[in-house]
């Protein structure tokens, strides 16, 4: 117990000297002259026009790889999945990365399943990605999905519109 009050005290006055000298910092920089440095960076378009810029580039980047299969690098897995007790099925399972000079990038995965299927596009611009598109199928049911991204990859938009057989929903998020 001897030791523990020295100790206590010891840190005690290491805090409040830190504080101190805490303050003291504090003071001068506050009496320095204010130096700033503006950055310009390029204004974030809004919704809409981003929305607009995001079809054109989607119909570009189409466009550049249309036919062009000596920049893309393809996949294949097979895998299997089992459907009845004992019964398995082996399905194709598809991927493509196309790469052009111009910065745009296209990610293309086909996936497959017993009675269910999934397509998904990923299209980037400069390392960067600007649209997601899905397609689910399955028994009757669908699924779209479209992801918009901002021009630094945050995500700006989602909408989904799905299909359970009986209606249409479609909604936006």
Known sequence: MKNYVPVFMI?????????????????????????????????EPDSLTRLQQIKSMVQECDNVFKGKK????????????????????????TATKCKDVSGYELHTAYFNGHEWSNTVKIYLKNGIPFFVFSETYS??????????????????SVLVRENDGLKDCTRNQ
């Open 11 to 43: 840190a005690l006055l290491m805090v409040t000297s830190c504080a101190e000298k805490k303050e003291e910092v504090k003071s001068t920089t506050e009496t320095s002259p204010k130096q700033e440095t503006v950055i310009a960076e390029p204004v």
């Open 70 to 93: 000596s920049s893309c690098i393809d996949g294949k897995k097979t895998v299997s999945e089992e459907v009845n007790e004992g019964e398995a099925f082996s399905f194709d399972q």
């Open 139 to 156: 028994e009757g049911f669908a699924t779209e999905s479209r992801y918009y991204f901002k021009t630094k990859g945050e995500l700006l």
